[in-house]
T-cell receptor, first 106, second 115 residues
Framework: QQPVQSPQAVILREGEDAVINCSSS?????VHWYRQKHGEAPVFLMI?????EQKGHEKISASFNEKKQQSSLYLTASQLSYSGTYFC???????FGKGTKLSVKP | NAGVTQTPKFQVLKTGQSMTLQCAQD?????MYWYRQDPGMGLRLIYY???????DKGEVPNGYNVSRLNKREFSLRLESAAPSQTSVYFC??????????????FGSGTRLTVV
């Protein structure tokens, strides 16, 4: 079953923070996060395997709450290069959410 | 460069024509996948192969067939193309089915238009 992402889109100014959420109606054992820039392939950011574990990539981090069946991606002090669509994926053969489009403006 | 290679990059088909999308990876990955991406729909799994010799249906398998030719190659075939199959197709691979540690690596995609 497809995970649900929110918000669908967000616009930021450089330096601002954002949170992207991913939730599932099924039990989660792992959550993947990917970023896709326009016209390009998705690129792996991180995977979370344990409940409550946080991982980081640049100034991007994520948390995973097994009990709540959700994960959140945190983008701090956003840069122009963070613009793109972010996808979470769940399940043993990844099922992706519909994505969150992030636009960072100067 | 190591990675996932897809061919062709662009293709236009007429309704009813058939074609095969090719995918090859050189990372010695066990698992391979085919996704399609449509505006507002995210990435939807068509078929996957957990390991050489096995294939399974994903979320949207109707109208497609796959072949895991060997450990490196995983092809997607459209037997009778329909306009609803107009999409961007991505192939991906991972070391394990769950993609632990390094996640999935995606190819650059094939943009298919069926007229």
């Amino acid at each position: 079953q497809q995970p649900v992402q929110s918000p669908q889109a967000v616009i930021l100014r450089e330096g601002e923070d954002a949170v992207i959420n991913c939730s599932s109606s099924k039990a989660l054992y792992s959550v993947h996060w990917y970023r896709q820039k326009h016209g390009e392939a998705p690129v792996f950011l991180m995977i979370l395997l344990k409940g409550g574990e946080q991982k980081g990539h640049e100034k991007i981090s994520a948390s995973f709450n097994e009990k709540k069946q959700q994960s959140s991606l945190y983008l701090t002090a956003s840069q122009l290069s963070y613009s793109g669509t972010y996808f979470c994926g769940t399940g043993s053969n990844l099922i992706f959410g519909k994505g969150t489009k992030l636009s960072v403006k100067p | 460069n190591a990675g996932v290679t897809q061919t062709p990059k662009f293709q236009v088909l007429k309704t009813g024509q058939s074609m095969t999308l090719q995918c090859a990876q050189d990372m010695n990955h066990n698992s391979m996948y085919w996704y399609r991406q449509d505006p507002g729909m995210g990435l939807r799994l068509i078929y996957y192969s957990a390991s050489e010799g096995t294939t399974d249906k994903g979320e949207v398998p109707n109208g497609y067939n796959v072949s895991r030719l060997n450990k490196r190659e995983f092809s997607l075939r459209l037997e009778s193309a329909a306009p609803s199959q107009t999409s961007v197709y991505f192939c991906a691979s991972s070391g394990t089915l769950t993609g632990e540690s390094r996640g999935y690596t995606f190819g650059s995609g094939t943009r298919l238009t069926v007229v």
